[in-house]
Structures are given as C-alpha cells and as structure tokens.
C-alpha cells in the first residue's frame, strides 16, 4: 500500500486551538506521516488593517525573530516524538493564504493540516479565513481540525469532541468522481487505525448501486461500513448525520469551484468545514 501521508505542511499562527492539533500526533504517526514542514506566515493582510505609520520592515523583523523562536521549540518537539520536522525559513511575510500554498508546492507536501479560527461570518468576510482560502485553492488534500471553544472563567479552552480522528469516518460521497476519488484516502485511514466508515449520501434518488459496490470493497478490507442514505439539503444532513453517528472525521471532495461559482451555488465543502465540530478532510481534484 503506497504511503498517502508522509509529508505534512502545518500552517501555525501558534494559537492555543491550532497548537492543540500536535494531540493528535500519534494518530497521525499511525496513518503514515513522517515529515512535518511548519509555517508561520508575518499576515501582512492585518498589518495593512491596523492604522498607519508603523514601520513595516521593523515589524517583520521583530515577528520573525520570535516567530524562529517558537517554531524552532515545536521543531524539537516533533523530533523528540519520532517526526522529521522542520520550518519554512526565511520566513514569509504577506498573505497566509499565498503563502501556505506556495509551500506547499515547493515542499510536495501530501497533506496540509490545519485549524480553523471558527470567527464569526463577519469577522470572516472581513479578515478573510484562511483555512477556506487554503481548502479552496489547494492541490493537496487538507484537514480541517476543528475544536470546541469551552468558556473558562479566564477565557476559552479549545477542546477535542473525540479523542482519535480516524476512528469513525463519516464519507460524504454525491455520486460523482470528485467523490470517487476520496476513497483511496478513507480506505487507507481506516486500515491503518481499524476505524469503521459510513458512506452518506444525500439525494432524492436512492439510485445507490455505486455505493454498495464501495461498501463491498471496503468491507473486504476488513472495514466494517455502513451506508446511510438522506434527503434533503446535502450541508445540513451532512453535519446532522455526522453529530448523530458520533463521526470523528468527514471526508469529502470538493469539486473544485471558484470563488464566484462557490458564492453562487453554494459550496457544500465551505459551509461543511465551516459548521463543522470535527475535523473535515477534502479531497482536491487532480
Ligand atoms: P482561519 O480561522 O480560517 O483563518 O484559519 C486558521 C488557521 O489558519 C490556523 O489554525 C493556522 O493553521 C492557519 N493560519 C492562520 N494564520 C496563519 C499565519 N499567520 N501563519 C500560518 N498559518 C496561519
């Protein structure tokens, strides 16, 4: 079986939910990764949001002395715990999303890992969400790890729903071959972490003959998989069908919009990744 998840970029704006992510480090070991590439982007998005006269250069001097600092701690930490780690360095200043991407493929990476801030929609319109910038534009499959924001008395605490990630996938698949092409990837996880799949599908045809030959073939892997088929609108009965199943993870393909069309059909990967209470996998088309 050919490894799909040996090298990971993980974006880091060091945040507590973002840092949380590295809990679930030996999962990921199980599920191949090897090698982590961090990246903490200087967002000069939100230098230009903040009122002028400040020294730009100066600034991202300052931030790069301790973003090294920071990045060079979680480096050692991932060695400690067995993962070839390394950052990008010079590092970069400018617009995450860019950025990240840019990584990426310079690094072939197989993977992008990262959190999601969860703002609210304004905020988001606003600053700009860079998780969704990345899920959209990305050529790797990315992992959206999401968490819960636990009130505390002096803050929030980011908290995981499940402890594993892998252990029940909930496999959003519409039909198509974006979908299709998902399966390599749930197959692979299931295998190596002994997780069970549900394949959902949300149409008003119940036209599932393809789903069951799926079924079939992950069943003769040894995974146990049940398909679950709904109606109604595609979204929402994903994330209904995963809080009821208790799924830790849903996988799905994007069909690769850009941003107008996804603004005018509606993208289903967005508003999933973006309602989401676990982490969501999404496939890029090749
Ligand atoms: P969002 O809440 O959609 O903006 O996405 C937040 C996630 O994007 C974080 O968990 C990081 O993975 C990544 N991220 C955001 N800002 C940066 C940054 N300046 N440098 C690197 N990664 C970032």
Redesign the pocket.
């Known amino acids: 079986m050919i490894a799909m998840f040996e090298k990971v970029l993980f974006?880091?704006?060091f945040?507590e939910?973002?840092l949380k992510i590295l809990d679930y480090l030996s999962e990921l070991k199980k599920i191949g990764v090897e090698e982590v590439v961090l990246?903490?982007?200087?967002?000069l998005n939100r230098v230009t949001g903040i009122a002028g006269g400040i020294d730009i250069e100066e600034y991202i001097e300052t931030e790069q002395k301790v973003a090294e600092e920071k990045l060079s701690e979680l480096v050692e930490f991932l060695k400690i715990e067995g993962i070839n780690a390394k950052y990008i360095d010079p590092i970069p200043a400018g617009n995450?999303v860019v950025e990240?991407l840019k990584a990426a493929e310079k690094e072939k990476v197989s993977l992008i890992l990262?959190?999601?801030?969860?703002?609210g929609v304004v905020k988001e319109i606003l600053l700009g969400?860079?998780?969704?910038g990345v899920v959209r534009k990305a050529k790797v499959p990315v992992i959206v790890v999401k968490f819960e924001l636990v009130e505390k008395e002096d803050g929030y605490e980011c908290r995981r729903l499940f402890p594993k990630m892998f252990e029940r996938i909930l496999y959003a698949h519409d039909l198509s071959e974006h979908s299709d092409k998902v399966l390599k990837y749930v197959k692979y996880a299931a295998i190596k972490v002994n997780g069970e799949v549900i394949i959902l599908h949300v149409s008003e045809d119940d036209n599932i003959q393809k789903l069951e030959q799926i079924k079939r073939e992950l069943e003769s892997d040894g995974i146990k998989t049940k398909i679950i088929v709904k109606k109604g609108s595609p979204h929402k009965m994903i994330l209904k069908v995963a809080e009821e199943e208790k799924s830790t993870i849903i996988f799905m393909g994007s069909r690769g919009l850009g941003l107008i069309q996804a603004v005018l059909v509606g993208s289903v990967v967005d508003t999933v990744v973006r309602h989401s209470r676990i982490p969501v996998f999404v496939y890029k088309g090749e």
């Not at 990262?114 to 703002?119: E, F, L």
């Not at 969400?129 to 969704?132: A, D, K, N, P, T």
């Open positions: 974006p880091t704006d945040s939910c973002n990246i903490r982007v200087i967002n995450p990240i990262m959190g999601s801030r969860g703002k969400s860079v998780s969704e």
